[in-house]
């Protein structure tokens, strides 16, 4: 039972550069989304997803782009990184019932930007 | 979506109860409440959710007054592995988009 992965635990990247980071689930959840997580604060809402070719914006969407082309999958892609964009990144994914289900986390991604 | 205000950090001792009060003072009628706990270099963890009066789980219990302007978050007799950052949201029912705040850091102390 693996629930969310996320890879790659750690990238350091340049300036200018691009990235994809990856998420999965195996749990066939329809809701997933992307935060990011800023020393010392709490998580950052930047994209979500209701189900496979569904997404929207969240609280900080600008710099990142995403798909869900199945309900597996929600990649988060970096167009040209920023120093700002330094963080740790959480994936998670839960059930879209119509009431209210619990969120299961990744164990994040470190990405560092020089 | 309603504010929440917690307390930044609290200290404790192991096998005492830790309580963390929630501050929401706009919740909306079809608001729930529920709290995520987060260890160092991992994704929070759902504890514990409820809508009002008490609910109990394995792990805390969360207690809500009759106004649902505030919880308690009650983790008894906490260990040092319950070292972590308590998150305290209030979301909608039919709503999946977690608000984190800056969370309570537990410290339990030997």
């Known amino acids: 039972n693996a629930g969310v992965t996320q890879t790659p635990k750690f990238q350091v990247l340049k300036t200018g550069q691009s990235m994809t980071l990856q998420c999965a689930q195996d749990?066939?959840?329809?809701?997933m989304s992307w935060y990011r997580q800023d020393p010392g604060m709490g998580l950052r809402l930047i994209h979500y997803s209701v189900g496979a070719g569904i997404t929207d914006q969240g609280e900080v969407p600008n710099g990142y782009n995403v798909s869900r082309s199945t309900t597996e999958d929600f990649p988060l892609r970096l167009l040209s990184a920023a120093p700002s964009q330094t963080s740790v990144y959480f994936c998670?994914?839960?059930?879209?019932?119509?009431?209210?289900?619990?969120?299961?986390f990744g164990q994040g991604t470190r990405l560092t930007v020089v | 979506l309603a504010k929440t205000t917690q307390p930044i950090s609290m200290d404790s001792y192991e096998g005492q109860e830790v309580n963390i009060t929630c501050s929401h003072n706009?919740?909306?009628?079809?608001?729930?409440i529920t709290w995520y706990q987060q260890f160092p270099s991992q994704g929070p963890r759902f504890i514990i959710q409820g809508y009002k009066t008490k609910v109990t789980n394995e792990v805390a219990s969360l207690f809500i007054p009759a106004d649902r302007k505030s919880s308690t978050l009650s983790l008894p007799r906490v260990s040092l592995s319950d070292t972590a950052v308590y998150y305290c949201l209030v979301i909608k029912a039919a709503g999946n988009k977690l608000t984190f705040g800056g969370g309570t850091r537990v410290l339990v102390k030997p």
């Open positions: 706009n919740i909306a009628t079809n608001d729930y």
């Open positions: 998670a994914s839960s059930p879209n019932r119509g009431q209210w289900t619990e969120a299961f």
């Open positions: 749990m066939n959840h329809e809701y």
